[in-house]
């Protein structure tokens, strides 16, 4: 039997090692061909070549849309890719996280990652304190920011502290000062009111970090 013991051990730690690698790996939060798993108007939302499109080349949008997921998440580390078309000067989206739908309304209330204008890579408080609480300096994110094609949004949002990141460029560090701002909700995918536009987005992913003690 003491002959067995450093092999069980051995065995101990590659099972150990396996359930960690496990409960850390990123969740698909779309499947990339059904919305399953999301809630919106789906008329202002379709699929397309693996991706979720919002708005549309062909009019203009009547107003601001949110696709967003059934289940609410915490602290957790968002990868998402997303591409905007449309004049930019006018078009707009984002990526919503720790939100809430607002009863009998279209909108939404919560923090949202910001694309499209002079916006890219902001932090912006949707329908709740509406201003942007956090920018980059945009002369800097140009140098990484691919316009009209696909680009990488990284959102951390862990206690009061959020992070968020294009293509591995830092935009925002901010740390919530206020009390009573939600530190849970859904996530939501945005297209914006006006003229006509597309906010697409795939390979959206989600890990969730434990709450510190």
Known sequence: MKRLGPFFLVLFVIASFSALIAAVKPIRLFDGKSFKGWNGNLQAFRLESGAIVGGTMNAAIPRNEFLCTDKEYSDFIL??????????????????????RIPNNHEVIGYQADMGQDYWGALYDESRRKI??????????????????????TIQAEGNHIRLSINGFQTVDYTEAEAGIEQSGCICVQIHAGPASEAWYKDITIESIAKKK
């Open 79 to 100: 990868r998402a890719k997303f591409k905007l078309l449309g004049d930019p000067a006018k078009a707009n989206a984002g990526i919503q996280f720790r939100t809430r």
């Open 132 to 153: 942007v609480l956090a920018r980059p300096k945009l002369d800097e994110l140009n140098k990484v920011l691919k316009r009209n094609e696909w680009n990488e949004y």
